[in-house]
């Protein structure tokens, strides 16, 4: 009797992890299909298939354990940032994204605190948070900490995830971060290029890295490099990303080289 409730119970499990598998497999096959029906004029991505990517992390969140739910967690959180990046303009609309993006992170955490995955998308979340809420918001919140004590949990973890991320999200902050006497006075331009050169050395193709990496020596009068990273991302003839994004940042550096070209 106690052997055949035994064999039930690892039935369950086991059909459990086998249908959180496949929904994770069919959710990064949706993913794939995220540049469908992009509208290059508006810049924006149909929001259709990244909606059926959600709604299939949420499944597999609920169904699966271990590092399947680990996986799913961190694939919903980005998403979500896909989702609130990419397919809006509106930023109230983006708010309530960003809010869901990170109430999924903060649960993740509480079950998973050694994922990399999760932190770097925390850090993620939170950064794109702060631009949406506003500098106050983001201070009150302790915004520039929090993506900082990510950051370095995810390099910890794994410095090569997603392209070095932990380097690449960590870099940006350092460039972007005010420094404010007495409140917030590590943020530094020098530390945002160390970070970012490291990042670019991990992952050379990596276009985002790159962008950022290009900004800060600009920010620090290189600015004969700095031009020549963003025409190389402008050369750039195959696609790295993704459809959307590369297409998104090659809008933005475009603009930028053609700012700075003005100065």
């Not at 995220?34 to 597999?60: H, M, P, S, W, Y």
């Not at 794109?128 to 983001?138: H, L, N, R, S, T």
């Not at 020596?217 to 004969?224: I, Y």
Request: glycine share 8%; net charge negative.
């Amino acid at each position: 009797m106690k052997q055949g409730i035994l064999i039930c119970v690892l039935l369950v499990l086991f059909s459990g992890g086998l249908l959180g598998k496949n929904l994770i497999a069919e959710a990064d096959s949706i993913y794939e299909l995220r540049g469908e029906n992009f509208n290059k004029q508006t810049l924006l991505a149909d929001v259709t298939n990244i909606d059926e990517v959600i709604a299939l992390c949420q499944k597999a969140i609920q169904t699966s354990t271990g590092a399947e739910k680990e996986d799913a967690t961190w694939k919903l959180m980005r998403a979500y940032y896909f989702k609130g990046r990419y397919t809006t303009h509106d930023s109230e609309q983006k708010k309530k994204i960003y809010d869901l993006g990170k109430e999924v992170g903060e649960k993740g955490l509480e079950e998973f605190p050694e994922s990399a995955g999760i932190h770097l998308f925390m850090a993620i979340i939170w950064g794109v948070w702060g631009e949406e809420y506003g500098i106050f918001k983001a201070a009150k919140e302790g915004v520039a900490k929090k993506i900082r004590a990510h950051c370095e949990k995810t390099i910890e973890l794994d410095e090569m995830f997603d392209e070095a991320g932990g380097y690449r999200v960590y870099g940006r902050l350092h460039f972007k971060a005010p420094k404010i006497p007495f409140i917030l006075g590590w943020p530094s331009n020098d530390e945002a290029i160390k970070l970012l050169e490291k990042g670019h050395e991990l992952a050379p193709r990596n276009l985002v890295t790159r962008q950022f990496l290009a900004e800060a020596l600009e920010k620090d009068k290189q600015k004969e490099r700095a031009i020549k990273l963003m025409k190389e991302i402008l050369a750039t003839k195959e696609i790295v990303e993704g459809v959307v994004e590369d297409t998104v940042l090659k809008d933005e550096v475009a603009a930028t080289l053609q700012k700075w070209e003005k100065d």
